[in-house]
């Protein structure tokens, strides 16, 4: 497949690993859509915990923590970037029943979290801390792409990586389609090979195509994320966003409504499949999990590094909007999210 200049230079920072987890592409873009939404303050905030090869950008740090998967010291961290669901089996029938008690995505997203919110309270002093803020963040980045790939959300058939499929004249898994080739063939065939003019394409879907139901993307009900939850306490500030419980489970109903759905691996996956997830018919679905990755990320992370004052909770219309590039969004608590612009 012919690449973008563009394209190949966001591919080539991490080649090495191009092949893991939600893919490069897919952690790059929903950093891009992230930084878009962040406030000023809070872009800054990241910028000074992230190391400067990072030019303080997430879509830079995103892909990290799939390029560490094999050290010792991170070992802990490699069965937090997906959700097995005993019982499973899409899409005859999406089983999905949660507990807080082993390791995994939600519980990767709630630890990563509470860790940037301890951070934002007491400050790193030492080395180890700073470095231990960075991992954080860079895994909650990279984690919040991951709980957006439908089948991180589904332990059948390893997320469907043990399920053949046929790319065109390929052979390839429906892991790995989702992963990555869907995305690349979208920018290919819509924009022209110009990842750029596919994420503007995506921020203006969440105020055009995607309204009204983007306004909700950032609501969280607090008790959809209850029950033995041990991060609740440590969390509580960001219990109105932060849902990874409830992402998932909508995740995993997905994999019934359309990703496993009339699964035969002989099928050729680049045709009316792609047309289907990827087009309007489904409200351009892979775009949507992006974009709605990019926005939760930058809804959580704009609450710990930037929360909205009291005065700005009265004053939310047009006066915080000359402090705030247009595309920043500021949440106030206890009521709906709003895009200020
Ligand atoms: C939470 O993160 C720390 C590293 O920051 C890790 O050592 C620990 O194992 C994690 N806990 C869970 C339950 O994953
Ligand atoms: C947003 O969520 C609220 C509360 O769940 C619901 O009442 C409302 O209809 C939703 N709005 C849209 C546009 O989906």
């Not at 879509?59 to 019982?87: C, E, F, M």
């Not at 790939?149 to 989702?178: C, E, V, Y």
């Not at 050729?268 to 047309?275: A, C, G, K, T």
Request: net charge negative.
């Amino acid at each position: 497949m012919r690449l973008s200049p563009t394209l190949v230079a966001a591919l080539c920072l991490f080649s090495a690993n191009a092949v893991q987890g939600y893919g490069i592409l897919g952690h790059t873009l929903t950093g891009q859509v992230a930084q878009k939404f962040l406030t000023p303050e809070t872009a800054k905030q990241v910028k000074e915990i992230l190391s400067p090869y990072y030019d303080g950008l997430l879509s830079k740090a995103a892909p990290w923590p799939d390029t560490i998967k094999g050290q010792a010291k991170y070992r802990w961290a490699s069965i937090l970037h997906y959700v097995n669901t005993p019982g499973d089996n899409p899409p005859d029938s999406c089983h999905f029943e949660y507990n807080y008690h082993g390791a995994d995505v939600v519980n990767g997203l709630f630890n990563m979290t509470s860790q940037l919110q301890h951070y934002k309270a007491s400050p790193p002093v030492t080395p180890e801390e700073k470095s231990a803020r960075e991992d954080a963040l860079r895994f909650f980045v990279h984690f919040m792409g991951d709980v957006h790939q439908p089948l991180h959300n589904s332990g059948k058939a390893r997320g469907g990586n043990d399920a053949p499929a046929k790319w065109g004249r390929a052979r390839t898994n429906l892991h790995r389609i989702w992963d990555g080739q869907l995305i690349l063939k979208d920018i290919k065939d819509r924009f022209d090979n110009n990842p750029k003019a596919y994420l503007d394409n995506m921020i203006d879907m969440t105020r055009g195509v995607w309204q009204p139901a983007a306004s909700n993307w950032t609501v969280c009900d607090p008790d959809k994320n209850q029950g033995d939850n041990p991060w609740s306490s440590s969390t509580a500030q960001l219990a109105h966003l932060l849902c990874p419980k409830e992402w998932t489970r909508i995740m995993n109903q997905l994999d019934c409504a359309m990703v496993w759905k009339d699964y035969d691996e002989s099928r050729d996956y680049s045709l009316e499949y792609f047309e289907k997830v990827t087009g309007p018919e489904n409200d351009y679905l892979v775009q949507r999990l992006m974009a709605q990755s990019g926005m939760r990320m930058a809804a959580i992370l704009n609450e710990i590094y930037d929360p909205p004052t009291p005065e700005g909770t009265h004053q939310c219309g047009e006066q915080v909007s000359h402090e705030v590039p247009s595309e920043s969004i500021r949440f106030v608590k206890q009521g709906p999210r709003r895009f200020v612009n």
